[in-house]
Nanobody
Framework: QVQLVESGGGLVQPGGSLRLSCAVS????????MGWFRQAPGKEREFVAA????????YYADSVKGRFTISRDNGKNSVYLQMNSLKPEDTAVYYC??????????????????WGQGAQVTVSS
């Protein structure tokens, strides 16, 4: 069974940085298109970033562009989200997600087949 396990969440001050990790098991990691989503209290789950199978193409929401960086290491079966210049508005539960291949609607949660348990990120002074 395909499983995604996230780590690296926590509490950080505004302007600080965090690095989220997502370890994937159960199938060939390199065959999956990966994404990060987040959900804040009272809000819908929203797209954050995505990366293709070969790590040559990345996609970002406008709200995080220039601050967040998605990357992957197929040899370690892991995908990462480096978050810099964090703002209180970034506070949310962050989810790692996977699907077999690229799809035009990569920003839509229903496009993904597998999900991690979520990692809490809190940005507060």
């Amino acid at each position: 069974q395909v499983q995604l396990v996230e780590s690296g969440g926590g509490l950080v001050q505004p302007g600080g940085s965090l690095r989220l990790s997502c370890a994937v098991s159960g199938y060939t990691f390199g065959s999956y298109f990966m994404g990060w989503f987040r959900q804040a209290p009272g809000k819908e789950r929203e797209f954050v970033a995505a990366i293709n199978r070969s790590a040559g193409i990345t996609y970002y929401a406008d709200s995080v562009k220039g601050r967040f960086t998605i990357s992957r290491d197929n040899g370690k079966n892991s995908v990462y989200l480096q978050m810099n210049s964090l703002k209180p508005e970034d506070t949310a539960v962050y989810y790692c997600a996977a699907r077999p291949d690229y799809i035009r609607n990569y920003y839509y949660p229903r496009a993904y087949d597998y999900w991690g348990q979520g990692a809490q990120v809190t940005v507060s002074s």
